[in-house]
């Protein structure tokens, strides 16, 4: 059975940029960098073994800033909410569970960046990222209360890595 979610969430450094990434006390309601997926589709594929597998469809990743921010994970439309500085774009990937854990790791092209200001500099993921940045994350198999459009939640946790062209 195909099944759609999203990914919200925030981050707590991005490499280039100084300063704290938080409006007070680090947590999703203070934090000044948010991003949101498009909806994607989750296609089971056979196990192999004990690892479940399902594709992950191709789509967008976009990045916000907000200068007061209001996080909470009850409405994904406050990680969607300030100034769009980047958009990334996705091809179908593999998604693998685990046992209590889910693995994904993948790439993000950059689509989109906008400049803005931050700390009185001015960035751009164009010059942050250049080309995109592959993401590698932790998910966690043991659902949580989810939201009118998405019944059910997973906490994840994740690390990026931009993508350096080569001159």
């Known amino acids: 059975m195909v099944r759609q979610g999203q990914v919200v969430g925030y981050f707590t450094n991005i490499k280039g940029i100084t300063g704290s990434l938080f409006n007070g006390s680090p947590s999703e309601a203070t934090a ?11 296609t089971p ?3 192999n073994g004990d690892i479940g597998l399902d594709l ?3 789509g967008t990743f ?4 907000n200068a007061n921010p209001n996080g909470d994970w009850s409405d994904p439309n406050t990680f969607s909410a300030g100034q769009l500085v980047a958009r990334f774009s996705r091809n179908e990937t593999l998604f ?17 960046s906008q400049n803005f200001r931050f700390n009185n500099q001015t960035y751009s993921f164009s010059r942050l990222t250049l080309d995109g940045i592959t993401l590698d994350q932790f998910v966690s198999n043991t659902s949580m209360h989810g939201t009118t459009d998405f019944p059910f939640g997973l ?4 690390n990026g890595v931009a993508i350096l062209r080569k001159e």
């Open 32 to 42: 000044l960098f948010t991003f949101r997926s498009d909806v994607f589709s989750l």
């Open 45 to 47: 594929l056979p196990a």
């Open 56 to 58: 992950v469809s191709a």
């Open 62 to 65: 976009n990045v916000y800033y």
């Open 96 to 112: 693998l569970q685990i046992g209590p854990v889910s693995h994904h790791v993948l790439t993000e092209t950059l689509l989109y």
């Open 155 to 158: 906490a994840f946790a994740g």
